[in-house]
């Protein structure tokens, strides 16, 4: 097994002359601060963004180890944003969720389901890059790695959601609001196949997109 450095042509410039980087940077930063000053839960936000602290933390760590496509940083860019909207309120209490609930007559708010939907469908793809180009695993791995890491990492999540709901709320009503159930038994199940049926998408579209630029060097 070898190890590539990036799939990124531009790799040898650094970040401060790349500037769709920086405005991803500089937006995200911006957006973070904004979220973290206008949350009525402090305390819900800071445990909502420790998970998100540590992907930036990583990916600025390992940014001139392996440099991801424009791509795949603007799918990050994007879920880093749908989630730290998230965090900025409780999930049962999300704005656009409650507007969505009240306009098509929802039982609960979703937006909870747009967030686990979007780690499968946004991050598969980065997932999949580091597999195929920084591993250069077989063709097989390169899209059962990144499936198999979605559905794995959906779980852990549940697992330390609940961990941390029953630790730090001791299992209270603001421990289940944390956990975001809304009375649904079955919502850890729910958010799992989501992330999974999001990561089957974004997997499929890249295996459409493979074949396309196959069929045009071809041609």
Do not use: C
């Amino acid at each position: 097994m070898t190890i590539s450095m990036s799939v990124d042509p531009d790799k040898k410039l650094p970040f401060l002359r790349r500037p769709l980087h920086m405005a991803y940077a500089a937006l995200f930063a911006t957006f973070w601060a904004y979220s973290g000053f206008t949350t009525p839960d402090l305390s819900n936000w800071l445990l909502e963004n420790v998970l998100t602290l540590s992907l930036v933390i990583v990916l600025a760590a390992f940014y001139n180890i392996f440099r991801f496509s424009d791509t795949s940083y603007t799918l990050i860019f994007l879920f880093l944003l749908l989630h730290v909207y998230g965090s900025q309120y409780q999930y049962p209490e999300n704005p656009f969720g409650e507007w969505l609930k009240e306009h098509n007559g929802h039982a609960r708010n979703h937006y909870d389901r747009f967030v686990h939907f979007g780690f499968g469908l946004l991050l598969t793809f980065p997932m999949h890059e580091v597999s195929a180009y920084g591993f250069r695993l077989n063709r097989m791995l390169n899209y059962l790695l990144p499936f198999l890491l979605v559905l794995s990492l959906s779980a852990l999540y549940e697992i330390l959601e609940w961990a941390v709901a029953d630790l730090v709320y001791a299992g209270n009503e603001q421990g289940m609001a944390f956990l975001g159930m809304q009375g649904d038994i079955w919502d850890a199940q729910k958010d799992m196949a989501l992330a999974t049926l999001g990561a089957a998408i974004a997997l499929g579209l890249a295996l459409l997109l493979h074949r396309h630029k196959k069929q045009r060097a071809v041609n």
